[in-house]
């Protein structure tokens, strides 16, 4: 038996012969973004919205496993309080919670879904599941977009002390407070959890966060604390009536 050797030619010549040859080549090879291989559509993919670390999105899953209702996904929500400061929610949805208008981002084992006034709040966002000494659960973080006439490093030196020397002391009554905004020489600041609506809210205020801000920040003149203590749910401490 001889083997034939296959000549791609056509009448016309050889530049005739090049053209079919190419316009063969894109019949049998569709652009790569339009390629399917049985239900799979191959299309070029840009980085997810939100970021998982793995021990979070291996939390999700055992927690997704554990419920006792069939589980459509994970929706996480934004909104934001201040310009330093937005507030993330984290819950399981049903099967019939999703909206049309969501955006759904698929993870290994479960889907986000989005709604569009989160989105750009939720963008860059990282989810992350810590443990440690006040107890264990998911955590998420987003980059601070500073708003005009706000000084950065006053910013991360404030939040430094809040997260350093003041959060893990009111931790153990179950409270935190939180950095709203700076504005001018002026600092503003919200209790939350067990701080909001606690008795002893100012003395906290006055003997501990300003004197800690002012130690390490003399240019600053005020802390403000903008929280709404009578909407409390939970406060550590309550005043005698």
């Known amino acids: 038996m001889v083997a034939g050797r296959c000549r791609v030619g056509s009448v016309g010549g050889a530049d005739a012969g090049r053209q079919w040859l190419t316009d063969f080549l894109t019949l049998i090879r569709p652009p790569l973004h339009s390629l399917h291989i049985g239900q799979l559509r191959l299309t070029p993919t840009k980085e997810p919205m939100v970021t998982i670390s793995d ?3 291996s939390k999700i899953v055992e927690l997704i496993e554990k419920s006792p ?7 996480i929500s934004a909104n934001s309080v201040s310009p330093l400061k937005v507030d993330f929610h984290m819950a399981f949805i049903g099967e019939t919670e ?3 208008a969501d955006q759904e981002i ?6 986000v879904f989005v709604d569009p006034d989160s989105s ?3 963008e860059e966002a990282t989810v992350d599941y810590v443990e440690g ?3 264990s659960g998911f955590k998420i973080e987003r980059p601070r977009n500073l708003p005009d006439g706000v000084d950065g490093s006053i910013v991360e030196r404030v939040q430094q002390i809040l997260d350093e020397k003041i959060n893990p002391g009111v931790a153990g009554h179950g409270g935190r407070i939180s950095l709203i905004d700076i504005k001018d020489k002026t600092v503003y600041v919200q209790f939350e959890g067990g701080c909001q609506g606690c008795g002893m809210a100012d003395v906290t205020l006055k003997q501990g966060v300003e004197v800690m801000i002012k130690e390490a920040l003399p ?3 005020e802390i403000l604390d903008v929280t709404d203590h ?3 749910r939970n406060p550590y401490y309550k005043a005698p009536a």
Do not use: S
């Open 69 to 75: 209702n069939p589980v459509k996904g994970l929706r």
């Open 230 to 232: 009578a909407d409390g």
């Open 219 to 221: 240019e600053i003149e």
């Open 98 to 100: 999703e909206t049309d």
């Open 133 to 135: 000494l006040m107890g």
């Open 120 to 122: 750009t709040l939720v």
């Open 106 to 111: 698929p993870f290994e084992g479960f889907t």
């Open 55 to 57: 021990i979070a999105i």
